[in-house]
């Protein structure tokens, strides 16, 4: 295998490790709380876009508490507020700042929620955030014996590393100003659709083009073995394409490796670290987007001969023509992509270097047969439940909830993608195949993901959970019941008889 196809999968352990569940965790804490007069808002997700010296920066996602004032449904109807932090940074007595209808930033702790928010709305602030000890959000309710709950300006909960980036903003005399706004939840989230049809073409753009190159070179060979030429000997435990086949080995190691990276990504995340996962994804993204435009391209004829010649080139060894023009295109978009990153639409970016890379893994990296996708699948799995609801008992928080906030994974890319390569190559049609089942289980799957997570008010949810029963469970149950499981499970493939060797009777 060569250095950049290593390159390639590292990258993609890495980046892929904290992306199997589906984040937005609130933690619930009002069960003893319930709803009274002054008391009684709908908990809601707020979005919190910032500016910093009077340029657009991050968008924050709080949480509105269960009293003070309900906030605008629109963007456009939010007004725009200078941020300042307040002086005790607690809030458990009147800010000495002088405030002129700024919002207000303080810590959680010392007194009740509703004690800051009547302080803050006397100083004169237009809204209250209130940083949480802990990455996740969490539930502000009425004490009991809180009795001066007429609170009239908004009480907002962020997350920890959100309050700290804004205070360390401030802190070096940035001028920071907040919107507030809470859009209704729409009973079908567009975005949550685009999500699930990227995914869903991902997997089938990557299925598609691996089936295509192993039907490709099963001619090859098999034309190779009707000549009987000695090139099939030289061939023969080599892979000329370069693609990689994932062994029971590889399988654990890969969720091994995937869960030391998640917990280095927990115990290191600092704006240095989150520096070098940017350029880490960037270099994946480079190889995986040249690698996509250049097959793309390949496919017209006036790139074929470009496509076909090939230079030496230092380290990377024989490049086509056609790749050393396509990769400065392909590095200028990652690296536009890296330094505007923080603005509003810097995830179509993001979405389309995610995407390239993840096709080109799911091209190189291939499951032989069902026993290998099995245990690759049954690890994924126990890892992604793991780390999204047991390791609350060790670390006090979900580890991959702190980390992750993404829901993308390609273990089960790795399966579909086997079910029509194993059509193709056994020559079955749709209706006798499996890859329209695979690819219709892991839809619904992924789908059952995003219904859950909106059932359960915005809980974290681990994909797998839904995704490798819907997967995984119908392959195997199509394959028992068409009588085709031991193909499946042992070869992936069908087998090849060399037609020169004559069979001797006895």
């Not at 810590?107 to 100083?123: D, I, L, P, W, Y």
């Not at 280095?264 to 989150?274: D, R, T, V």
């Not at 790139?303 to 230092?314: E, L, Y």
């Not at 690759?376 to 799995?381: I, K």
Request: include cysteine.
């Amino acid at each position: 295998m060569d250095t950049k196809r290593i390159i390639n999968i590292f990258i993609f352990i890495l980046v892929s490790s904290p992306c199997l569940a589906s984040a937005g965790d609130i933690v619930h804490q009002d069960n003893n709380a319930p709803k009274r007069p002054g008391c009684e808002n709908n908990f809601v997700l707020v979005k919190v876009p910032t500016w910093v010296d009077g340029g657009e920066d991050t968008e924050y996602v709080g949480v509105g508490a269960r009293f003070g004032r309900t906030l605008e449904a629109k963007e456009k109807d939010a007004s725009q507020n200078r941020l300042v932090l307040a002086d005790p940074p607690d809030c458990c007595s009147k800010p000495k700042n002088k405030l002129t209808g700024e919002a207000i930033l303080v810590h959680r702790g010392g007194c009740s929620f509703t004690a800051k928010a009547n302080f803050a709305e006397e100083a004169n602030a237009s809204a209250i955030l209130i940083i949480n000890n802990k990455t996740e959000l969490f539930k502000m309710v009425c004490e009991s014996n809180d009795t001066d709950v007429d609170i009239r300006i908004p009480a907002i909960m962020l997350p920890q590393d959100a309050g700290a980036n804004l205070e360390k903003l401030i802190k070096n005399y940035s001028v920071v100003s907040v919107q507030l706004y809470s859009p209704r939840r729409p009973v079908v989230d567009v975005a949550e659709v685009f999500l699930w049809l990227m995914a869903v073409g991902t997997i089938l753009c990557a299925s598609y083009w691996s089936a295509w190159t192993a039907r490709e070179t099963a001619i090859e060979l098999d034309k190779l073995l009707k000549d009987g030429s000695d090139e099939f000997s030289n061939m023969e435990g080599v892979n000329s394409n370069g693609f990689v086949d994932i062994n029971m080995a590889s399988a654990v190691s890969f969720v091994v490796i995937a869960s030391c990276f998640l917990v280095m990504l927990y115990k290191l995340m600092s704006f240095w670290f989150i520096e070098v996962l940017v350029v880490l994804f960037c270099i994946g993204g480079v190889e995986g987007l040249q690698t996509c435009v250049v097959a793309l391209l390949s496919c017209f004829r006036w790139f074929q001969h470009a496509g076909d010649s090939f230079i030496k080139v230092p380290f990377f060894g024989a490049v086509s023509y056609l790749t050393l023009a396509v990769c400065p295109f392909c590095i200028a978009f990652s690296v536009v992509w890296a330094v505007y990153r923080r603005i509003s639409f810097a995830w179509i970016g993001q979405d389309i270097l995610g995407i390239a890379l993840m096709i080109t893994v799911l091209q190189i990296v291939r499951v032989p047969n069902l026993k290998v996708g099995t245990v690759l699948l049954s690890c994924a799995f126990l890892y992604d439940i793991f780390w999204v609801f047991v390791s609350k008992w060790w670390f006090h928080e979900s580890v991959m909830i702190v980390v992750a906030r993404g829901d993308r994974s390609g273990e089960d890319g790795l399966i579909v993608a086997f079910s029509l390569r194993y059509d193709w190559l056994m020559k079955k049609n749709f209706r006798s195949g499996y890859f329209v089942w695979a690819m219709t289980a892991y839809g619904l799957g992924l789908l059952i993901t995003y219904v859950a997570l909106n059932l359960m008010d915005g809980h974290g949810q681990p994909a797998l959970l839904y995704i490798v029963p819907f997967t995984l469970g119908t392959f195997l149950t199509l394959g028992k019941k068409r009588g085709e499981l031991k193909t499946l499970w042992t070869r992936g493939e069908p087998e090849r008889a060399c037609p020169h060797i004559q069979l001797q009777s006895s």
